[in-house]
Each structure stands twice: as C-alpha cells, then as structure tokens.
C-alpha cells in the first residue's frame, strides 16, 4: 500500500517528536531504535524509511528542539514585544525546569550529547544555536552599559541563553526543590538583568 505525501510528512514529524522525547529522556546512548519506534508508535521499516540511522534521527530532534525554542521566542516576542524577555524567562526557569524530562528544553538536555556526537550533527547544532542567538538579540535593546563598556545585544543573547541553560540544568539535577527554586530565582534575576 502507497501512502500520501501528507501521511509521509505526518508519520516524519511524529517520529521526530517521539526522538526528541526519548533523547531528551533518556540520552543518545539510552535511546535505543526500539525505544523510537515504540514512542512513535511504529515499525523499525518505517523509522529507517525516515532515517538512515539511529544518528541522523538524534541530530534532526535536536535541529527541530532548538527550531522549537527559536520560534516560541518569536511568537513571544511578536505577541509582547515590551515584556517578552521577563515572560520568556520566567517560563523556561519555571515550567521548563520542572516539567517531565522528555518534554523539557532541547538546549540543556541534549547538549551534553551533541558534544560526544559526530560533527554534522555539530554543525547542525551550531548553526541553529546562531540562528536562535540571532533571535534573542534581535529583540534586546541595541546597547547596555555596565560601568565603562557597552556589551553588544548578540554578547548578551549568548550569555542570556548561558545562564538560563546552566540554571535549569543545575536546577534540574539537585535533589532539594529548595535549592532548586533558589538557583531558579537567582539565574532569573541575572539573565533579566545583564539582558
């Protein structure tokens, strides 16, 4: 039986989401083709109809999680373009650092992985990183001083996206919901204000 262009491309986008959800959840090395094809909800012949390897599935949840981020930030910016930045940031160090794993932030979850991964996947993962820098800075405001020097919008994107990264990751990975809230706050009033 042949299926349509549009099944394709439905069957294609819910593997990816299920990939992500098991990367995310369980690492590249935790992943195994059987733990996508069940997520996805199917056959082994259909997963390598979309993919060549387990590999090339990792590197195009990666690529679609970080598109993902991109485009809420965009959304966000275009529906509160004054108060976006605040929203953002209260959103990712709340509901993002204490949602299931699996549906948590590409960005701290499977960072860590693309490092131990072959260097396409690295470029890929470089060039949507700059793709989502762009983003972030395109909507700070054009210079911040602090004391003698004036720090550019693309410098204080990347350290926005820094900091909220290494928070959540931090405040995922302690045990105490204490110290977690607490390394929440703080990263939170950091990012605001160096952003």
Known sequence: MRY???????TRSKVVAAAGRVFRQEGYGGAGIDALTKAAGVT??????????????FRTAVVAGLEELRQGIKALKTEQPQGWLATFVGYYL????TCELG???????L????????????RAYTEKLQQLIAEIA?????????????T??????????ALLTGGVTLARAVSDPALSERIAKLVAAEALRSA
């Open 4 to 10: 349509s262009a549009e099944h394709k491309i439905e």
């Open 44 to 57: 082994n012949g259909a997963f390598y109809g979309h993919f060549k390897s387990k590999s090339e599935a």
């Open 94 to 97: 709340g509901h993002k650092r």
């Open 103 to 109: 549906e948590s932030c590409a960005l701290p979850s």
């Open 111 to 122: 960072s860590a992985d693309v490092m131990r991964t072959d260097p396409e996947t690295r």
């Open 138 to 150: 395109a909507g700070l405001p054009d210079e911040v001083s602090s004391g003698s020097t004036a």
């Open 152 to 161: 550019p919008r693309e410098d204080r994107a990347i350290l926005t996206l």
